[in-house]
């Protein structure tokens, strides 16, 4: 499936690329960097954020800590062009682009339930899935308030934002996923469970590649995370029947590539 020299995909297959979460205006400029440099080099065929790829920090409910905290509250300059700047270079470099809604970005929706009346209008000028849609062709937007949100990347692998955020986060997303394999953030941490059948050998497994945040924002500061900077490469086939994924790791703004190429930020 893979060209072990270019990571392209070989005829028959397309890559997808899993961006998690990044929480813009507190991205790692460094991972950042690292993912837009794999994106300009591989060129996949479809782009997923796995949500939660602005932090909508005003419209939190949560009280600042810092005062750095409330002067990053500009929505539209600080979180929404930054964003529809990387989107546009997503989509430059790719053929289509999905975003999957997390509860991040979902706060801008209850707060206009929570408002009503008048603001209702208000946020339709406002929401990010107005913003980020506007001229935008192969564009999908999965909202964070549908049933089981999600896309199929394949007849056996969805990619969704995340619904534990708990220890074993991996292991409870695949009891709920049940018979088919997911891609999720939220979580913030690399990690992996899988199981296989033992008559069939078929293996489903649920993970996480990780976040493009900063390993301690500003609301962490004083406790250790142990989040991991990464993103993920799933190579599929055309008809949706197979796929292969490779979850890379960024490390002080280096990753290292299946292929054995090392690109930094």
Known sequence: MLNSHTNKPKSGNHLVIAVPDTHIPYQDEEAFG??????ELLKPEKIVILGDFIDATAFSTHPPKTLAEVKAKDFYEDEIVPAKAALDYFQKHSHELIYIEGNHTARLNRVAAQLGGPFSAVYNMIAPNVLFSQNRKNFTWVPYNSQLAHYTIAKDLWAFHGWSVGTHAAYNHLQA??????????????????????????????WSPGCLTKLQPLWMLNNPTNWVHGFDLIYVKNDLSEWTNYTVTITNGEVILPSGRTIRA
């Not at 059948?197 to 497994?205: G, L």
Request: glycine content about 6%.
């Open 34 to 39: 690292c993912l837009f440099h794999a994106i």
């Open 177 to 206: 996923l049940r018979s088919i394999s997911g891609i999720f953030g939220h979580i913030h941490r690399q990690q992996s469970y899988a199981v296989r059948d033992p008559v069939t050998n078929r293996v489903i497994k649920a």
